[in-house]
Each structure stands twice: as C-alpha cells, then as structure tokens.
C-alpha cells in the first residue's frame, strides 16, 4: 500500500510506503506546527486517516487553527478519521476533559496507551508525534531509545506510517544517530539566513532505498497558515 503525503510527497516525488517512518529535525524558532497542519489537512482531505498526538499545543488551539487554515475538524473528529490526543494539558497540572489524552510522557504511560489502541487503525494510517524530545526529556536517553525502537517497530509491522518530530541540537549526537538510523526518510526544518534574511528551509535529508532531491526549499507561510515550498536560490 501506497500513501501520498502532502509536502512530504512533493520533496520526494513519490508516496510513502506504509510501515514507513519519517523523522523531522526541526529548530525549535522554526514554522514546524504549521507545516504538521498543512501536512494533517491534506491528509485528511486526501483520505487517509490521522492520529496526532500534541505536546505543544491545547487541543483547542489546534482546531482553531485548521478553521484558520479552512478545515473544520469536526466531522473528521465525529467519525475519527483525524484524532487528536492531548499530551500537553497535564503540564499546566490540570486534567483534560479531551476524550484521548495522555496523563505524562513517561514511557510506560505511553507504552500502556499505545499498546491498546495499535489495533485500532488500519494499515496505511498515520500516526504523528509532534515533538518525541519531550519523551526524551520525561525519560534518559538510553532508556528511551530501548523504547523507541519497540514502540516504532509495532507501528511498522502493522503498517501505520509514524511521522516523528525531534527538536535539532537539544539531544547527543548519539541519540540523533540512533534515530535516524531507525527511520526510513529523514527531514530537516532550520531557521537560517538566506540573503540577509531569516528563513524556514526544508530539505529531505536522507531516503533510504530510493534517490531524493536533497536540496533546499524554503517554506513560506501564508496569513491562512497555508504553506508553501519554493526552490532555494543558489549563492
């Protein structure tokens, strides 16, 4: 089974297989929540099913933020073709009345609350992480990356397609290895100056198992929250 990805597809010029896992590095000033919601509403308006755990945002400010963009969650909500989880009220050190959270990001939290819903979605389904550096961070790296290895890997033999974001220059090297090293597409998003200006640059990194145009495009975000990519001009 085959899967296009918004975004994802146009810098790889091809879909995404499912059980594939996609790793974005990204600068923690960069424009990454708004290239996940471009990247969710194509996807649900393409057909494919979508789970998006949140660290980053009340649940809340999403949905607002996909009206902004010019998608109503609901329906998709209503028939759980898009879930959101919300893993980040528990911070605040309140409890959230969203029908899917998740009480930490320690890992046997996590474990317990994937362990029982990965039978849930079908093959081809996508199951986002917007920032795992924060389980990084409930956790030690060693720990983690034992568990990070299992917990992607149930993903992949039921053929869900996991995107993963890491915040870039906050882990070991060791670590960025490791994770790259589990991934099938590798993707990062910096802020840099281009030209005397700051940008948001977007590049695959690495593909495994297939060529990809590993140049830079620049990523420009719309008063819509809609975004685009174009082509980095050479110095």
């Known amino acids: 089974m085959q899967v296009e990805l918004p975004i994802i ?17 990204f600068d923690a000033d960069s424009q990454w929540l708004m290239l996940i919601l471009n990247m969710v509403a194509g996807m649900l308006r393409k057909g494919t099913e979508v789970l998006y755990i949140s660290t ?4 809340s400010d999403l949905r607002d933020n996909f009206r902004r ?32 959270h998740f009480p930490s990001l ?13 039978d849930q979605w ?16 409930a956790s030690d790296e ?9 917990w992607i890997s149930r993903f992949v033999t039921k053929g869900r397609i996991v995107i993963d974001g890491f915040v870039r220059g906050v882990h070991s090297d060791a670590l960025y290895t ?15 100056e281009l030209h005397g200006e700051i940008e948001n640059t977007l590049r695959v990194r690495a593909f495994k198992g297939a060529p990809a145009d590993t140049s ?3 990523l420009r975000l719309g008063e819509d929250l809609s975004v685009s990519l174009e082509a980095s001009k050479k110095s």
């Open 69 to 100: 963009y010019g998608l109503d969650t609901s329906p998709y909500e209503m028939d759980e073709r898009l879930v959101l989880s919300d893993a980040f009220t528990f911070k605040t050190g309140h409890q959230s009345t969203e029908k899917y």
């Open 122 to 137: 079908a093959p081809g389904t996508v199951r986002l992480f917007d920032n795992v550096s924060e389980v990084v961070d």
């Open 178 to 192: 490791s994770v790259m090293a589990s991934a099938d597409g590798v993707f990062e998003l910096r802020t840099e």
């Open 56 to 59: 980053s945002k009340q649940l």
């Open 216 to 218: 830079k495009h620049i």
């Open 142 to 150: 060693k720990s983690f990356l034992k568990f990070y290895r299992t």
């Open 106 to 118: 320690k890992i046997a939290d996590i474990s317990l609350i994937s362990s029982a819903s990965l």
């Open 9 to 25: 597809g146009q810098l790889l010029n091809r879909p995404v297989k499912a059980g594939q896992v996609l790793v974005f590095l």
